[in-house]
């Protein structure tokens, strides 16, 4: 099977990122400000700059986990480069989901379906991030020593995450509010720096990443 340099997916990856990133501000609503002054009318917004906080995290926390991948990853082929489109598809969807979640926020029932769609959106690219390392794996397009152990390394954290987050969904339902700040929790799990769990990177000389 064809092979391909990791140094252009690399890049449209970050590029991608970086829009969606940039995306969720510009979604950030501006507050209009009547009688009650600015300071209660951005207090009233408070919906939306959680849920870019919950967005900007859950993205930040797919780059740091897709960057440690392609560490690893020596080339690419056309079943890895389709699944990394895919992964990207999601990331780059990502702020539609903000945005329905900081506008439906306000009513009970809107509120809840605006929280589980958010909740399985984030699941489905958790589900494509782990796919991506499998097939990496499997395919032998990862250098790694350790193989399987290495694998389950990653998914040390991963996993949980995943569970967490079907856990929340359902939550979503009675409390959506409550869901979408363990959204965030689960996020801020992903990113905290817990050591670099993949021995081999790529590059010899470079510093390892941490996988968050």
């Known amino acids: 099977m064809r092979r391909f340099s990791m140094n252009r997916l690399e890049a449209f990856s970050d590029g991608v990122f970086a829009i969606a990133i940039t995306l969720l501000v510009l979604e950030l609503p501006v507050p209009i400000a009547g009688e009650q002054g600015l300071l209660s009318a951005l207090h009233e ?13 859950t993205i ?14 020596t080339s ?6 389709r699944l990394n489109l895919a992964f990207l598809l999601v990331v780059s969807f990502l702020p539609y989901p903000t945005k329905v979640v900081a506008e439906f926020a306000r009513d009970d029932e809107t509120e809840r379906v605006a929280a589980t769609f958010f909740g399985a959106t984030v699941l489905i690219g958790l589900v494509l991030l782990v796919g991506l390392w499998r097939y990496a794996m499997s395919a032998g397009l990862a250098q790694l020593d350790g193989g399987e152990g290495d694998a389950r390394l990653f998914l040390r954290r991963v996993i949980p995450a995943g569970v967490a987050y079907l856990l929340l969904i359902f939550i979503g339902f009675p409390s ?3 869901a979408v700040v363990g959204y965030l929790a689960v996020a801020i799990f992903l990113i905290l720096p ?17 996988l968050a």
């Open 45 to 57: 917004e408070w919906l939306s700059y959680l849920a870019y906080l919950v967005s900007f995290a």
């Open 60 to 73: 930040g926390a797919f780059w740091l986990a897709h960057s440690a991948i392609t560490e690893y990853v």
């Open 76 to 81: 690419a082929d056309p079943v890895f480069l």
């Open 176 to 178: 959506p509010t409550v």
């Open 194 to 210: 817990f050591g670099a769990i993949l021995p081999h990177p790529r590059a010899s000389g470079d510093v390892k990443p941490d």
